[in-house]
């Protein structure tokens, strides 16, 4: 079983930067895609960032400019820099990751999520 656990998220104003962590514990053989997605009330959960294995990035075109993903394969981690924070980016983040799992010969492929952490920018 693979685990993701976030921090980094909290209370900032309009204009401000954030950088939330994620970590990937558990018996882990290999990792494909990582990302973080958002969601805020009333609304359906968004890409904001993506990473492959190789380094590729892809952003959601309102946070372009602004956000930086990136991973550390050695750590199982994935971070997302945020800076010039907006009220619309008021949302609950969760991070993501496609893992490979298992035990001996048997394993198996599946995505992975944290719990979310809350990021609220006041206006």
């Known amino acids: 079983q693979v685990q993701l656990v976030e921090s980094g998220g909290g209370l900032v104003q309009t204009g401000d930067s954030l950088r939330l962590s994620c970590a990937a514990s558990?018996?882990?053989?290999?990792?494909?895609?990582m990302g973080w997605y958002r969601q805020a009330p009333g609304k359906q959960r968004e890409l904001v960032a993506a990473?492959?294995?190789?380094?590729?990035?892809n952003y959601g075109d309102s946070v372009k400019g602004r956000f930086t993903i990136s991973r550390d394969n050695a750590k199982n981690t994935v971070s997302l820099q945020m800076n010039s924070l907006k009220p619309e980016d008021t949302a609950v983040y969760s991070c993501?990751?496609?893992?490979?799992?298992?035990?001996?010969?048997?394993?198996?492929?599946?995505?992975?999520w944290g719990q979310g952490t809350q990021v609220t920018v006041s206006s």
């Open positions: 558990g018996t882990i053989f290999s990792t494909k895609d």
């Open positions: 990473i492959t294995a190789g380094g590729s990035t």
């Open positions: 993501n990751a496609r893992v490979v799992t298992g035990r001996s010969l048997v394993r198996y492929e599946y995505d992975a």
